[in-house]
Nanobody
Framework: QVQLVESGGGLVQAGGSLRLSCAAS????????AGWFRQAPGKEREFVAA????????EVVDSVKGRFTISRDNAKNTVYLQMNSLKPEDTAIYYC????????????????????WGQGTQVTVSS
């Protein structure tokens, strides 16, 4: 089992920045791909970013490319999502997730393979 706890959400004006953190406990988190997803009111959960278990590979969805950066510190069992130049359309609940497959060699954008999820943290961007 992996337990995930997100933090860092809040209310920010458009153009501002936030850094989300996801602290993991349980199984050796450094062996698993980690991802961030978000869900806006009335919309389906969507992929935001993923990072390989080693931290050497990263992907972000096109809508946040150049603004959001995913990173991880395996020594601290923590994954981060740095969000800059925030827009009102970034408003959502952001979820951290961990892959269920040991040392997967590819990054996954669909939610299905992620076996562990945090409770979510609200990000609200005002215009």
């Amino acid at each position: 089992q992996v337990q995930l706890v997100e933090s860092g959400g809040g209310l920010v004006q458009a153009g501002g920045s936030l850094r989300l953190s996801c602290a993991a406990s349980g199984r050796i988190f450094s062996n698993y791909v980690a991802g961030w997803f978000r869900q806006a009111p009335g919309k389906e959960r969507e992929f935001v970013a993923a990072i390989s278990w080693s931290g050497g590979s990263m992907e972000v969805v096109d809508s946040v490319k150049g603004r959001f950066t995913i990173s991880r510190d395996n020594a601290k069992n923590t994954v981060y999502l740095q969000m800059n130049s925030l827009k009102p359309e970034d408003t959502a609940i952001y979820y951290c997730a961990a892959d269920g497959y040991l040392r997967r060699t590819t990054l996954v954008r669909s939610a299905g393979p992620y076996a562990y999820w945090g409770q979510g943290t609200q990000v609200t961007v005002s215009s």
